[in-house]
Nanobody, 128 residues
Framework: EVQLVESGGDLVQAGGSLRLSCTASGFTFDDYAIGWFRRAPGKEREGVSCISNSDGSTYYTDSVKGRFTISSDNAKNTVYLQMNSLKPEDTAVYYC?????????????????????WGQGTQVTVSS
């Protein structure tokens, strides 16, 4: 059974940091790329970042560049999203998702229809 399990969401003050984890099982982790998406209240789901486990390529949406860092521990089948300098506008449910081979394999890495597997999400709330 394929599973993606997110963890690490919490309530934090603006300027603070969180590290989200996405642990995968049920598929060959090294053959997939993992993306992070978020959905804020009243907004559409947004691609945040993506990492290709095959070559380590990384991608970020403009609003998080310089603040968020995505990384992967292939031995643990886990992808991390380190989030620093958090802002209230980062408040959202964060999801991880898996796409075969590389970020953007089917569509742009930031487009959710390209991903095969999804986690249930973890809530991040940033207070001002």
């Amino acid at each position: 059974e394929v599973q993606l399990v997110e963890s690490g969401g919490d309530l934090v003050q603006a300027g603070g940091s969180l590290r989200l984890s996405c642990t995968a099982s049920g598929f060959t982790f090294d053959d997939y790329a993992i993306g992070w998406f978020r959905r804020a209240p009243g907004k559409e789901r947004e691609g945040v970042s993506c990492i290709s486990n095959s070559d380590g390529s990384t991608y970020y949406t403009d609003s998080v560049k310089g603040r968020f860092t995505i990384s992967s521990d292939n031995a643990k089948n886990t992808v991390y999203l380190q989030m620093n300098s958090l802002k209230p506008e980062d408040t959202a449910v964060y999801y991880c998702a898996a796409v075969p081979f590389v970020c953007g394999y089917r569509y742009g890495w930031y487009l959710s229809p390209g991903y095969d597997y999804w986690g249930q999400g973890t809530q991040v709330t940033v207070s001002s």
